[in-house]
């Protein structure tokens, strides 16, 4: 038997499930990770993967820290995730010659291959997207997206 205080619980749990922008950002996400992962699948990449893959390109050799901020990761989360790129043999992790405790990370022959394969399958993606959700309205939520993401990490 279903209370009144029960059926109030259960409208307010639907109305923060309606309102709340960290529960809505992360559907939103999961559903745009899908269509990424799905095209990425075909050369067993994730979306994360592939991020990870392109900002070790970009950078060159590279601290894990400075990975981890330029993916606004935290450094745990980061590791965990490069481990299986460095096990298949994407990427390369070494100390750092000044400082023995840091990690540099840069890609492997092997990762540079692979992430010339998944480009296309990005573009592809990314073309998904852009068919689904038009292409002027897809660069301005990414543009107001990037500029939300800056206001709520300034300091």
């Known amino acids: ?54 900002s070790v390109a970009v950078s060159g050799a590279a601290h894990l820290n400075q990975i981890a901020d330029a993916l606004v990761m935290d450094r745990s989360t980061l590791g965990r995730n490069i481990r299986p790129l460095i096990k298949a043999g994407l990427i390369e992790s070494r100390p750092d010659e000044k400082d023995g405790r840091a990690q540099v990370l840069a890609l492997t022959a092997a990762g540079e291959a692979k992430l010339a394969d998944a480009l296309p399958l990005w573009r592809m993606a990314q073309k998904e997207l852009d068919r689904k959700l038009g292409g002027a309205d897809l660069m301005s939520l990414v543009q107001k997206w990037g500029e939300i993401e800056t206001k709520l990490n300034a300091t």
């Open 1 to 54: 038997m279903t209370t009144n205080a029960s059926k109030k619980n259960n409208r307010l749990h639907w109305r923060i499930g309606e309102e709340c922008a960290c529960f809505q950002v992360r559907k939103l996400s999961r559903a745009i990770t899908r269509a990424y992962d799905h095209h990425l699948s075909a050369v067993d990449l994730r979306i994360t993967q592939f991020t990870i893959l392109n």
